[in-house]
C-alpha cells in the first residue's frame, strides 16, 4: 500500500475534546491533489482522557490489509484501548499479493505479522476473513456484509475504525469495497429484521454507533486525535509490518546499504531493532507531524468522525414537550 502525502493548509476554528479551543480561521477546498485535509468548520481535536472512559464498549480496527491500520489509525487504536475500550482487530484480505517469496509465503508472511501488529496494540484478537489481495471487487458483497454483521453482533462492535467509504480518488478495490461494505453492516446490523437465523442462536441485534474513518486521498476531516503519548505503540506497529509497507526491516536495508557505500547515518544505531524503529520515527511520521504542528500538537492523526447525535435529529420529541397537553 502506496501512502500519500497529507498537506492540511489551513484550519478550521473549533472545540477541543480536553484541551482548550482553537483559533478561527478560512475553510480550505483542496486545490489540487497535494492538499488533500479539508476541514470541516466544527473540528475536534480529541485529547487524551483520564481514566477509562471507555470501559464496557468494544472497537474493531477493519484492514484490507495489514499495513493499513498501522499506518492511518495505529496511534487512535492504542489510545482507545487504553481509554478503555476492549478491541479486536479485523483483516479482510489474505494480503497474498504483497509480501517476500511465494504466494503462499506472503499470505503466512502478513498473518505472522497481524498477529505482532494487534498485540502491539493491545488488541484481543485477530479474525481474517481471507478474500484475495487485490481482488475485492469479484467478491460477493453480500456475503462479506452477512459475515460483517455477525461479527458486528457476536463481538458487539460499538466502534469501528476504517477507510473512509466516501474517501475520493482511493485506486485499491479492496479499500473502497472493505470500507462500503462495513458502513452498510454497521447500521444493518442492529436491525431486528435482517439475518433472523443469528437471533435464533441467542445473537441479537447491535448497530455500530461511532465510526473513525480514515483516508490517503483528498478528505474530509472533523476530527484530528492527539497521538503523542502513544507514538511508541503506533511506531512499532509500524515496524511489525515486515511482509509489507514501507517500514518494516527497511531501516537495517538503509544501514546496510550505507555501509556499503562506506557510510553511516548515527540516528539509525547498530541493533536492528533499534535501526528500524529510529527509521520509522525519522523517515515516517512526517504526515503526523506535520497535522500535529497544525494543530499545537506533536503527533496527529486525523479522521472523519460519525457519532450519536450527528445527522437527522427529528423535532417532534422536543415539540411535544413543550406543546402536549393533558387528555381530559
Ligand atoms: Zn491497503
Known amino acids: 500500500m502506496e501512502r500519500r502525502t497529507f498537506i492540511g493548509r489551513t484550519m478550521a476554528g473549533g472545540a477541543l475534546l480536553g484541551g482548550a479551543v482553537g483559533a478561527a480561521g478560512p475553510q480550505s477546498a483542496f486545490a489540487s491533489q497535494s492538499n488533500y485535509i479539508m476541514y ?30 498501522p499506518i492511518f489509525a495505529g496511534g487512535l487504536v492504542a489510545k482507545l484501548i487504553n481509554e478503555g475500550y476492549t478491541g479486536y482487530l479485523i483483516n479482510v484480505t489474505n494480503d497474498d499479493h504483497a509480501g517476500p517469496g511465494t504466494v503462499g509465503d506472503t499470505v503466512v508472511a502478513n498473518e505472522r505479522d497481524n498477529f505482532e501488529i494487534a498485540k502491539v496494540l493491545g ?9 484475495r489481495n487485490h481482488r475485492m471487487d469479484n467478491i460477493d458483497r ?3 456484509l452477512a459475515r460483517m454483521i455477525f ?16 474517501g475520493h480518488y482511493e485506486e485499491n478495490p479492496d479499500h473502497y469495497i472493505t470500507a462500503s461494505v462495513c458502513e452498510a453492516a454497521s447500521w444493518m446490523a442492529g436491525g431486528g429484521k435482517d439475518y433472523p437465523e443469528h437471533f435464533k442462536a441467542g445473537i441479537k441485534p447491535h448497530g455500530v454507533r461511532e465510526k473513525y474513518y480514515h483516508a490517503r486521498g483528498p478528505h474530509l476531516v472533523n476530527r484530528v486525535v492527539d497521538i503523542s503519548s502513544y507514538i511508541d505503540q503506533r511506531i512499532r506497529s509500524n515496524v511489525a509490518n515486515r511482509a509489507q509497507g514501507p517500514a518494516g526491516n527497511h531501516g537495517v536495508g538503509l544501514r546496510e546499504r550505507l555501509k556499503r557505500e562506506g557510510k553511516k547515518l548515527p540516528i539509525l ?11 520509522v520515527k525519522e523517515f515516517l511520521l512526517e504526515d503526523e507531524k506535520r497535522l500535529g504542528k497544525e494543530h ?16 437527522y435529529a427529528p423535532k417532534q420529541p422536543e415539540y411535544i414537550k413543550e406543546h402536549a397537553v393533558p387528555l381530559r
Open 40 to 69: 470541516t468548520d466544527d473540528l475536534i481535536i480529541e485529547r487524551d482522557v483520564p481514566g477509562k472512559p471507555h470501559k464496557g464498549k468494544v472497537l474493531a480496527a477493519i484492514q484490507p490489509h495489514a499495513d493499513d491500520i
Open 142 to 144: 453480500t456475503e462479506m
Open 269 to 279: 544505531g547498530a541493533d536492528d531493532a533499534e535501526t528500524n524503529y529510529n527509521y
Open 151 to 166: 461479527l458486528i453482533r457476536a463481538l458487539k462492535i460499538d466502534t469501528i475504525i476504517g477507510y473512509d467509504p466516501w
Open 123 to 131: 488488541l484481543k484478537k485477530v479474525f481474517n476473513l481471507g478474500y
Open 296 to 311: 499545537g500538537l506533536e503527533y496527529a492523526e486525523a479522521f472523519h468522525y460519525l457519532g450519536p447525535g450527528q445527522g
